[in-house]
């Protein structure tokens, strides 16, 4: 199976059972699922640091033409990625976690 930060976004038209959800959570350390989606808090040593992180996060997202929730502080962002067409997860929320885990540990 291709590693979930190589695979690409695509339209979804249903959500992804929890068990299978769990099962891809071993791709993605410290993301948590929970009822709004998968959920991650990163911590940074200040307001630039934070806001690099937050234009990556937004250049992701734009070109897989998926967007997370995203609650900024001085030296941290929380991260939650939900498929509002579905009503939950879908794939697309993994995928978009694993492309983030990628961009900070490249």
Do not use: Q
Not at 53 to 58: L, P, Q, R, T, Y
Not at 62 to 73: I, K, S, W, Y
Not at 82 to 93: A, F, P
């Amino acid at each position: 199976m291709t590693p979930l930060a190589a695979r690409r976004c695509r339209h979804r038209t249903e959500g992804i059972p929890r068990a299978e959800a769990e099962a891809y959570l071993g791709e993605l350390p410290g993301w948590t699922l929970d009822a709004e989606g998968i959920t991650k808090t990163f911590s940074f040593a200040n307001f630039h640091e934070t806001m690099a992180f937050v234009n990556a996060v937004a250049w992701l997202a734009h070109r897989e033409d998926h967007h997370p929730d995203l609650a900024v502080g001085y030296n941290r962002c929380h991260v939650t990625w939900s498929t509002h067409s579905v009503g939950g997860l879908s794939e697309n929320d993994l995928i978009c976690a694993a492309k983030v885990e990628a961009l900070l540990a490249g």
